[in-house]
């Protein structure tokens, strides 16, 4: 995966000790494969481990489970704590700055695309994701300020060139015609069109069949 998001949430649990190893007992019970965030920010209502610590969820060249809709394009960052009680604290600010400046430049993220949870819907209105993925969560919570965030990162120089892929005319005609034979048989896995339209009209797939 080549996460093109960072999509920052918070755990909505507003209990002591929650850490990465929680979180994964939790999506663990979802019967996912573990857990579901790539980076987990602590707060200070852990016992043995400072606030601010950031402990690794799921490899990061692995898509997530976290943000559906957008999950094979973005990271997930979770907070831990309830942003619809309280604001991250100080050291998670620090930490999440931190963090996110140095995800931004490795992979060529430009602020506009840090995003909270929340404005999966705004995606869904400018027709980057399906409005099927709307969400009615307030994540990464009402006391959380995005646009206010984005501001404190947007120092960071990205390269948002695109690095240009040696595509042959072979493969080009190769994947259009795979995706024609797609739309043609589209009638049969009526569940799977919204994702068979996001995938076509994927930057990365747009740029070879056109
Ligand atoms: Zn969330």
């Known amino acids: 995966m080549r996460p093109e998001y960072i999509v920052v949430h918070t755990a909505a649990f507003n209990g002591n000790n929650c850490d990465r190893d929680m979180i994964d007992r939790w999506h663990k019970d979802r019967n996912w494969s573990g857990i579901g965030y790539h980076f987990v920010i602590l707060n200070d209502k852990h016992r043995s481990k400072s606030d601010g610590t950031v402990e690794l969820g799921r490899a990061s060249n692995k898509a997530g489970a976290h943000a559906l809709g957008l999950n094979s394009?973005?990271?997930?960052?979770?907070?831990?704590?309830?942003?619809?009680?309280?604001?991250?604290?100080?050291?998670?600010?620090?930490?999440?700055?931190?963090?996110?400046?140095?995800?931004?430049?490795?992979?060529?993220?430009?602020?506009?695309?840090?995003?909270?949870?929340?404005?999966?819907?705004?995606?869904?209105?400018?027709?980057?994701?399906?409005?099927?993925?709307?969400?009615?969560k307030s994540c990464p919570g009402h006391k959380v300020d995005m646009d206010f965030i984005r501001?404190?990162?947007?120092?960071?120089?990205?390269?948002?060139?695109?690095?240009?892929?040696?595509?042959?005319?072979?493969?080009?005609?190769?994947?259009?015609?795979?995706?024609?034979?797609?739309?043609?048989?589209?009638?049969?896995?009526?569940?799977?069109?919204?994702?068979?339209?996001?995938?076509?009209?994927?930057?990365?797939?747009?740029?070879?069949?056109?």
């Open 73 to 136: 394009r973005s990271l997930g960052v979770c907070c831990i704590g309830h942003g619809d009680i309280n604001d991250f604290t100080p050291a998670q600010y620090e930490s999440l700055y931190q963090l996110v400046k140095q995800l931004m430049s490795e992979f060529s993220i430009p602020v506009n695309k840090v995003i909270g949870h929340r404005e999966l819907n705004l995606l869904a209105d400018n027709e980057v994701i399906s409005s099927r993925y709307r969400t009615s």
């Open 151 to 210: 501001e404190q990162l947007s120092s960071v120089a990205i390269n948002t060139e695109v690095e240009s892929s040696e595509v042959s005319a072979e493969s080009r005609l190769a994947m259009t015609n795979a995706i024609a034979v797609l739309q043609q048989h589209r009638a049969q896995f009526p569940n799977a069109q919204d994702e068979l339209d996001e995938f076509i009209h994927h930057p990365e797939i747009i740029a070879i069949t056109q």
